[in-house]
Structures are given as C-alpha cells and as structure tokens.
C-alpha cells in the first residue's frame, strides 16, 4: 500500500494525515479527562476513545457532555 501511496506521490500526505489523527485523538482525549461528570462516564469515555479513536472521537463530539464558557 505504501508503495502505491509513493508511487503517486501521496507518501507525505499519508503522513500529515496520520499526524492530523493522532492530534484529534489526543485532543479528544483530553477533553474527556478534563471534563466535569462523573468518574464511570468518564472512565467509558475514555476507554470509547482508546479502543476506537475515531469513532470514538466522533461520538464524543456529537454525544459528550457540552460546557457553557461564560464570557
């Protein structure tokens, strides 16, 4: 796979793909650790998120709790 990849020039842009991924899962992640609700729901979020992060991490962004910043 990676070998068609390169051969079309997409190599790097494979990379910066990846890279964007782990960001979002570590944003994700985060998030779910520091947010306020108790530490069962927590600790599902979590695991969700470990076991699969980009489902995970969509869930967490359309189902997770939402916060109100006061301005």
């Given at each position: 796979?990676?070998?068609?990849?390169e051969?079309?020039?997409?190599?790097?842009?494979?990379?910066?793909?990846?890279?964007?991924?782990?960001?979002?899962?570590?944003?994700?992640?985060?998030?779910?650790?520091?947010?306020?609700?108790?530490?069962?729901?927590?600790?599902?979020?979590a695991?969700?998120?470990?076991?699969?992060?980009?489902?995970?991490?969509?869930?967490?962004?359309?189902?997770?709790?939402?916060t109100?910043?006061?301005?």
């Amino acid at each position: 796979m990676t070998h068609v990849l390169e051969a079309a020039g997409l190599g790097q842009l494979w990379i910066i793909a990846i890279g964007l991924l782990a960001a979002v899962f570590l944003h994700v992640l985060m998030d779910v650790l520091v947010q306020p609700i108790d530490g069962g729901r927590k600790l599902l979020w979590a695991a969700l998120v470990l076991v699969l992060p980009v489902a995970g991490a969509v869930l967490w962004y359309r189902l997770g709790p939402r916060t109100v910043h006061e301005s």
